[in-house]
């Protein structure tokens, strides 16, 4: 059988949870007001007198991230096996590969809906000025590939536990380390004990490194190229977990 | 349409499961008993491929379990035990999602929910959520998933737990109509099912097949297979056993109650002879006022008890 057409029903289940639950509107809500707040007042949109979107707007998404993504991840797998619904998904006629697809590309659309609800923002910017939309463009295809990696991470912790809260502050930990790692006061406080080849290394494992290129407008392959496969492994670290799960 | 071969499944040191061979054929309903903890989920989770398997094989409609593990998916019906389904959708949804997984889609997806809806006596929830269904209710909604698809191999856990009277005698009765078509596996904890809907029955406990055999055959183990019981009324125990004591058939008799005048006596037989016995008794009881004269069959749960009451006396000796 087609295994688009499972992955694309499995999907559609779990999409269909999060709007049955309030997390969906919960976090939709929360989201667009940090977004607000943090444009409009933290970060001084209206005081640059340029309608760039790039820092006010952009800058925060990572940190936003940090605690939404996990918030929406923790329960994919934890509550799966929790309820004991895992055992019927995986022996239903789909590979596990499938389910973690489908689970995965569920709730990526869903954080990609919730960034398409900030169009305000933009509308703004271009009702005041003329921001360059082919930037905005490239910094929110940046946001929602960086939504999906922090995601994918939060998959691999959901797996390992049936506790929605462990899986939460574990993949707070990871992201936030793959934040901090290209964040400019922990570059500089690392230059001082590490040659400038390591520093490198450690930056280029940041999603901080990767986003700005985007947020510049460019659309380079290779930062395109570092998010996805930091999905492609971590959903295929979630697909070990959970065959070490069932081999008991 | 199941054939398990050597099957053993190791959780760290622990051997849940220990070397288990069985096939099941089309037609046949076969009963998983035993103890809690013998195993009895553990090996439903290898047959239905959650689980992987420590050792042995499992094979499904001619697909290996672990080789081919889609196409031998597809055949099978599976009610996991405490019938877990998703919390957060409509028995509706539920169902619907079941059906799409299963690949019937579009009028066939409709008629197959409509149909399971009405076999497991769905309608009057169809559209509350799962989350706030009554445990027999969401009992049949994942029984309802199971055989939403009519898969030709179907394995229960414990598929009547937390029904009501009514319901178990639905869904016992269900499964037999269905045994004569499919290829079923169910455990139960109450034996009077494996009478009223099973061909055969496997009895496993710690890990290993302990017995295994149609419903009569197991009852022939019984101690009590071949026994007479017989009530009187107005005669002294000491009375009714000596006076059995002299009929050449008798190995064995015992006093079972003796209250307010009545005596009730079993009588074990020198090797098998059933009906002899029966009449043996009936003429040396003669003029003797019988309120009760019956030959046993063996009941399951007394050769479920022998069978694996030793094993757990020796446990606790330990
Ligand atoms: N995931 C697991 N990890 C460790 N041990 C397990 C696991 N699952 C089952 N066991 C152990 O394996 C043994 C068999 O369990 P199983 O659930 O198969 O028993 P059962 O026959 O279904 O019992 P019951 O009648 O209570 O349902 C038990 O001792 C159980 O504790
Ligand atoms: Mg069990």
Known sequence: MNPWRNIWTIAKRELGAYFTSPVAYVFIVIFLLLCGFFTFFVGGFFERGEASLGQPFFDWHPWFYLFLVPAVGMRLWADERRVGTLELLLTMPVTPWQAIFGKFLASWLFLGLALLFTFPVVLTANYLGHPDNGVIFAAYVGSWLMAGAYLAISCITSAITRSQVVSFILSLVVCLFLILAGYPPVINFLEQFASGGWVDMITSFSVMTHFGGFQKGVLDSRDILFFLSVIGFSLFTTSVILRTYRAG | ?318
Request: aromatic share 6%; net charge neutral; hydrophobic share 40%.
């Open chain 2, 1 to 318: 349409m199941i054939k398990v071969e050597n099957l053993t499944k190791f959780f760290g040191a622990k051997h849940a499961v220990d070397g288990v061979s069985f096939a099941v054929e089309r037609g046949e309903v076969l009963g998983f008993l035993g103890p809690n903890g013998a195993g009895k989920s553990t090996t439903m989770r290898m047959i239905t491929g959650f689980i992987l398997p420590t050792g042995g094989t499992v094979t499904v409609g001619g697909f290996d379990m672990q080789e081919q593990p889609i196409p031998a998916k597809r055949l099978i019906g599976y009610l996991p035990e405490n019938a877990p389904a998703y919390t957060d959708m409509t028995v509706h949804g539920f169902l619907s999602f079941a059906a799409e997984i299963r690949g019937l889609q579009g009028e066939a997806r409709k008629k197959a929910v409509a149909h399971v809806v009405e076999t497991c006596f769905l309608g009057s929830v169809l559209h509350q959520s799962v989350d706030t269904l009554s445990k027999g209710y969401r009992h049949r909604t994942c029984f309802a998933q199971s055989i939403i698809h009519d898969p030709d191999i179907l394995v229960l856990d414990e598929p009547t737990d937390g029904l009501d009277p009514n319901q178990k005698h639905e869904i016992r009765t269900l499964i037999r109509n269905m045994g004569q078509k499919k290829a079923i596996i169910f455990s139960t904890h109450i034996l009077e099912e494996v009478d009223a809907a099973c061909t055969r029955a496997i009895i496993i406990d710690r890990g290993k097949i302990v017995a295994n055999g149609t419903p009569a055959e197991l009852r022939q183990k019984s101690e009590f297979a071949g026994a007479v019981t017989l009530r009187v009324k107005g005669v002294a125990s000491s009375a009714v056993s000596a006076k059995l004591y002299q009929v050449p058939l008798v190995k064995r008799v015992s006093v079972v109650d003796d209250r307010d005048g009545h005596v009730t006596v079993r009588v074990f037989p020198k090797g098998s002879a059933n009906g002899e016995l029966a009449r043996a008794i009936g003429e040396a009881a003669h003029g003797w006022q019988i309120e009760l004269l019956q030959s046993e069959e063996g009941r399951l749960d007394d050769v479920f008890r022998s069978i694996t009451m030793p094993d757990t006396a020796k446990e606790v000796a330990q």
